[in-house]
């Protein structure tokens, strides 16, 4: 065993070992290994084959991927100083192998001979596809381009990186450094008992009385649905909303320039690669085929959707005036007032439902949705882990077999970045000693237990478990041993969201919800009438929640695709970018203030840029995709093995289109999608 946990690849990362000493001398080491296997590799004679050329490669940027990929997980999950100087110190040079290595003419021609030759014929499908996303991967990362627009490239990918980073950085800090101490319990009413002795916590670890809120989403969003206050409510709303902005804590936080820089970055780089615009760029590996189609895909959905927005918020806006006595609703005003009505009209509430949800019932119940539709078997299990609350787990086959690994990390803390996200640790792959099994990281950022009682979750915490365990069986029941394909490697990126938006739809399903309840006081399983309720409150604001996510795909294809700084085009700046979509498909109000844009991290510092638009287009295949479970039933282990063989278990080896084909039986619809969403009655 090494000496460099980092450098230790016979087992799983060595979390509880890893310190930020480790990060630079494996890094370096592992891009000097890297280097030498290319050289190797580029500068063998003979003909090129799957064994001298793609193997190799594979083997030694497998190496590096887990070990930097477990520092990317630390710098995301358990930031420290160290740790993330670590990170920033060698994320410019991990950046520039990996550009060098997209650019290098030798290795290029190696892949272009091997593709042309007599083997890949007979190679198998996953390797084809291989071989032939690696051509596709080569030219986009300029391998074609000549030497001065190389190394342009190369600093821009530096850069890009560079930038990605520091706005991450941006926002954890900004979302970190907020904190609101309240003095007078009477500000604290109307919010749940656990929130605010989270508060009183809080305030206690800082040495202080009273409540500590912050805006970290656990507390959020407690305070804009249940708070009385208004002006506490529109207090953390105007933090929340500023986050990393210019009208943020602190300037150097400030993400706007940033974004400027970020957007210039990318059309430059787009047009050396000979493409008009980034958005061009974004979609050469995706489903959809041009910048057009997925705007016109986009507004169609939003011409169907915005009539169901503008009645839902003018119920909204009437129910506020008429119970609430608020004759304007303003942002902050919204999800309290949404709350009520949904409470008086379908009798119950978030938190009424959050105490029939505690941590260990819904994850059983998930448990038993994957182990009787996919036929394995989930165990927890011990690894080295990161934070004393990670929980790991196998998945074992039919015959007991481990055929991968999750560790599970649920609870918003200080030092972990915000939102919802699964990460490959471990990719399978074929080795000469066997078959790597996948390893998930899983990661939330749901409230912790307080007071002895356990974590509860409200039922959309529920629907985000399921979700982002969706992506993780993606990445874990993967039957392809090739790296670049197995498991959510190479998939479209706009098909990427399928199996995790298709599990959604099992947390609206009653033999799925019994058996994940029982009241954190009583124990009492979820009673049928409360569940009728939260069904029959399903599709409330449906037609609000679906222009949210349009205008945030219309928001980023426009700005990847129009805008040009300092240009003479129809947009002046990233945020007439946002006012135009706003004009366009927005119902709710927005407050002056807000700066959406500077903690948008899927599109400026993710992988979503100029692909947020996945999220629905996902959501069109996940809709159809469940149907077939409709149908035969929702448990059903035939329709599950199907979705398996077809679907999970192809991952990236051929295109997703005809892995949905093999599914379905047919191309997708939209039917299911508007059935789903109450968006196929009459508005008259």
Sequence with gaps: MTDNPLLDFSGLPRFASIRAEHVTPAVERLLADARAAIDRVASDTAPPSWDTVAEPIAAVLDRL??????????????????????????????TAFHTDLGQDERLYAKFRALAASPEFAALDAARRRAIENELRDFRLSGAELGPDDKARFKVIQEDLASLAASYDDNV???????????????????LPDDV?????????????????????????????????????????????????????????WDNGPAIERVLELRREAARLLGYPHYAEVSLVPKMATSTADVLAFLRD?????????????????????????????????????????????YAFSDEEVRRYFPEDRVLAGLFHVVETIYGVSIRESKAETWHPTVRFFDIADRRGTTIAQFYFDNYAREGKQGGAWMDDAINRRRRADG???????????????????????????????????????????????????????????????????????????????????????????????????????????????????????????????????????????????????????????????????????HVFAGGYAAGYYSYKWAEVLSADAYSLFEELGVLSPEAGARFRDEVLARGGSRPAMESFIAFRGREPQLDALLRHNGMTTSLA
Excluded at 77 to 92: K, Q, S
Excluded at 232 to 251: F, I, M, P, V, Y
Excluded at 511 to 518: Q, S
């Design 435 to 601: 078959v790597q099994i996948p390893v998930a990281y899983l990661t939330c950022n749901l409230p912790a237990p307080v007071a002895g009682k356990p974590a509860l979750f409200t039922h959309d915490d529920v629907i985000t478990v399921f979700h982002e365990f969706g992506h993780g069986l993606h990445q874990m029941l993967t039957e392809v041993e090739v790296l670049g394909v197995s498991g959510i490697e190479g998939v479209e990126w706009d098909a990427v969201e399928l199996p995790s938006q298709f599990m959604e739809n099992f947390c609206w399903e009653w033999d799925v919800l019994r058996r994940m309840t029982a009241h954190v006081d009583t124990g009492a399983p979820l009673p049928r009438e409360l569940f009728d309720r939260m069904l029959a409150a399903k599709n409330f604001q449906s037609g609000l929640a679906t222009v949210r996510q349009l205008e945030f795909g219309l928001f980023d294809m426009l700005v990847h695709s129009e805008y040009v700084r300092g240009g003479d085009g129809r947009f002046a700046s990233p945020q007439a970018v946002l006012d135009a979509v706003r004009a366009e498909v927005r119902v709710l109000p927005v407050a002056p203030y807000d700066r959406f844009m500077h903690a948008f991290s």
């Design 196 to 252: 605010v002795a989270e508060a009183r916590e809080s305030a206690k670890a800082d040495g202080r009385d009273g409540w500590k809120l912050t805006v970290r989403m656990p507390c959020y969003l407690p305070v804009m649905k249940y708070a009385r206050d208004r002006e506490l409510r529109a207090e953390l709303h105007r933090a929340q909303s500023t986050r990393a902005s210019d009208l943020g804590a602190k300037r150097e």
């Design 172 to 190: 954890l800090d900004a979302t970190n450094a907020y904190a609101l101490h309240v003095d007078d319990a009477g500000r604290l009413a109307g």
């Design 65 to 94: 991927q887990r070990a930097w990929g477990a520092v990317s997980h630390l710098n995301a999950v358990a930031n420290t100083p160290e740790i993330r100087d670590a990170y920033n110190g060698n994320l410019p040079g991990v």
């Design 301 to 345: 959905l939003a011409l169907r959707a915005k009539p169901y927005a503008e009645r839902d918020f003018a119920e909204l806006a009437a129910f506020a005036r008429s119970e609430l006595g608020i004759d304007r609703l303003e942002p902050w005003d919204v999800a309290w007032a949404t709350e009520k009505l949904q409470n008086a009209r």
